[in-house]
């Protein structure tokens, strides 16, 4: 009831409950609900990639690449994750009141979000500082450019030139 009330267009109830809440417990919830999926967000899969991306030099292939990573996510998650940018950048441009820059944000939720499969020691050493810069780098990429996914051949192609480079 609480949940349908608040996400109701224009309700008077739903917008009475929403001054209510505790915004510190909402957040801890959402944080939970990442934290307790039985994969990441970002797949275990993808994980490797995102870090070996996030490390690329030339500017222009990292972020194409970075959002051709994005657009490798199964579709629910890669629509979760659109939505999740969306509002987290919502959430950054009221940091004036709720000091809560992306980069505060990345800080947050990128253990959430991005961590290394469950024995995978050669990720693991380094997940604890690559999980924020990961995530600021993709929330600060352009939504335009997480909106339209590339095509199949361009992604196999980047994909390829990441293998490369490592």
């Known amino acids: 009831m609480f949940v349908c009330c608040c996400f109701c267009a224009d309700t008077a109830e739903g917008a009475?409950?929403?001054a209510e809440i505790d915004i510190h417990a909402v957040s801890g919830l959402v944080k939970m609900f990442f934290r307790e999926l039985p994969e990441p967000l970002?797949?275990?899969?993808?994980?490797?990639?995102?870090?070996?991306?996030?490390?690329?030099g030339e500017p222009e292939a990292k972020k194409r690449i970075m959002a051709s990573l994005v657009h490798a996510l199964p579709p629910i998650n890669l629509e979760t994750t659109l939505?999740?940018?969306?509002?987290?950048?919502?959430?950054?441009?009221e940091e004036r009141v709720n000091k809560?820059?992306?980069?505060?944000?990345?800080?947050?939720?990128?253990?959430?979000?991005?961590?290394?499969?469950?024995?995978?020691?050669?990720?693991a050493a380094i997940a604890a500082m690559?999980?924020?810069?990961?995530?600021?780098?993709?929330?600060?990429?352009?939504?335009?450019?997480?909106?339209?996914?590339?095509?199949?051949?361009?992604?196999?192609a980047q994909f390829q030139t990441i293998e490369e480079e490592t």
């Open 42 to 56: 970002f797949t275990n899969e993808l994980y490797p990639r995102l870090v070996d991306g996030i490390a690329l």
């Open 83 to 93: 939505y999740l940018f969306r509002h987290l950048r919502r959430v950054a441009s």
């Open 16 to 18: 009475r409950l929403a």
């Open 130 to 156: 690559s999980h924020v810069g990961i995530l600021l780098y993709l929330i600060q990429l352009p939504e335009e450019l997480l909106a339209s996914p590339p095509t199949p051949t361009r992604l196999h």
């Open 100 to 123: 809560m820059s992306l980069n505060n944000l990345s800080t947050v939720f990128g253990p959430n979000l991005l961590r290394p499969a469950m024995g995978s020691s050669d990720y």
